[in-house]
Structures are given as C-alpha cells and as structure tokens.
C-alpha cells in the first residue's frame, strides 16, 4: 500500500510540475510579447523624433511623441523591473520634453541633402501619421489636432516631392534629357497650379521649376527643328540622286 502511495504521489508530483513549468513558459512567452511590443512602439518613435527639424515638429508634437516614450518604457518597467538602463532612458526624454518648452524649433522645412535622407523622411512620415492615429485612439491627441498634424505631414511630403524632382530635372537637364527634364517639370507644376495658397517655399520651387521647364522646351525645340532640316536635306539629297539616276538612263 505504501507503495502504491508512493507511486502516486510521484505521479501528482510529476504533474505538478509539468503544470507549473508549463505555466511559467506561458507567463514567459507572454512576457516577451508584450515587450517586443513596447519596444517597437519605442524603436518607431525614436526613429520620428530623428527628423524633427527636417520635418519643422512643432513643440506639441515633440511632446507628445517623447511622452509616448516614456509611457512605453514605464510598460517595460512594470513587466520587467531589472531593465535599469531604462530608468535612465525615462529621465533623458524628460529632459528632453523640458528642453522643447524652453527652445522649441523653427518650424522652418529644411531640405534633405541628399536622396537618402528624402527617402527616410518620406518613411518617417508614414510612421508619424500611423503613431498619430494610434495616440487618437489612446485618447492621448484630439481629432482636431490629429487631422491638422496630418494636413501638416501631406504638406511637408509634397515639399520632398518637389525637392527631389527639381534635384533630378536639373540633372536630367545637364545630361541633355531635355525631354525627360521636360516632362518632370510639367507634371509637378501641374499639381503646383492646382494649389491656391502658396508659401515661399512652394513658390520658389514653382518659379525655379517654371524657368528649368521653359529652358529645357527651348532645347526640345532646337532639337525638333535640327531633327527636320536634316530631314529636309536628306529628302532633298535623295530627290536629287533620283534625278540624276534617271538623267543617266540610255533613251
């Protein structure tokens, strides 16, 4: 009897801790998911508040965003409080929120040096309206304010647009593209056109491109005339080899 006891109670031992394992690798797995979480939403804000200047955040929205930071990172803190280098991160955003109060930026777009840096922009972009969105629905922005933030983004991407167009045409230009030129220019003073109320940014983009479109239209031209006086030279050389061919047939 003693035995059966005994092997019973092994049993319920072994069970018990494949429950108990089982529960800590669930509670682990869980764990590590919420963290992955947090530390996207961390990652994808960090990487926005790179381009502040060049994407001319207003003071508001600096806030916000390293607020945003600073709430995941105390969500870090509660599922795993041994992360010490995250208490540190916590206090350098809060520094930096009081850095922003007392200096905040321009609010002046500055143009990318290069396309590299226009492309990041561009991606920064969609990454801050995605966290605009998130923080309307945490409560944490208004829809008034959402919507202005992503007027002002829309803006700011038809700036890199036009930065990187006018790079291109102007380089299309000195490689005698003028046709290609032509047609970059075009499309874009188009859409220029169709926008009533201009900052100086957009108009001197709109005259820089106006004058590059007419330059390169002119060199369109010249080459369209070269192209048919040498046509007409050569139906004229071929008109003239056919009457000599028919002048030196025997009668």
Do not use: W
Request: aromatic fraction near 6%.
């Amino acid at each position: 009897m003693f035995i059966e006891m005994g092997i019973l109670l092994f049993v319920f031992s072994m069970i018990v801790y494949a429950i108990i394992r089982q529960t800590k690798k669930m509670i682990s797995t869980k764990k590590r998911k919420i963290l992955s979480t947090y530390y996207k939403r961390i990652t994808d804000t960090e990487a926005v508040l790179k381009y502040a200047t060049q994407l001319s955040f207003n003071t508001r929205l600096i806030i916000l965003l390293h607020e945003r930071v600073i709430s995941s990172l105390h969500a870090v803190l509660a599922v795993d409080p041994k992360h010490e280098h995250v208490k540190n991160n916590i206090h350098h955003h809060r520094s930096r929120i009081s850095t922003a109060k007392i200096t905040p930026l321009t609010g002046i777009f500055v143009e990318p040096a290069d396309e590299r840096i226009s492309i990041d922009l561009a991606r920064s972009i969609s990454r801050l309206k995605a966290i605009l969105r998130d923080e309307l629905t945490n409560k944490n922005i208004t829809l008034e304010d959402c919507l202005a933030e992503e007027k002002k983004l829309e803006q700011i991407r038809l700036k890199l647009r036009l930065s990187n167009c006018l790079v291109k045409a102007e380089l299309f230009f000195k490689q005698a593209k003028y046709s290609i030129t032509e047609k970059m220019l075009i499309d874009n003073l188009a859409l220029l056109e169709s926008i009533e109320v201009k900052d100086e940014y957009l108009i001197d983009k709109f005259n820089k491109m106006t004058i590059l479109s007419n330059k390169a239209n002119f060199e369109v031209s010249l080459l369209e005339l070269q192209k048919e006086s040498e046509e007409t030279k050569l139906d004229e050389l071929t008109s003239l080899e056919t009457l000599f061919e028919q002048q030196q047939k025997p009668m």
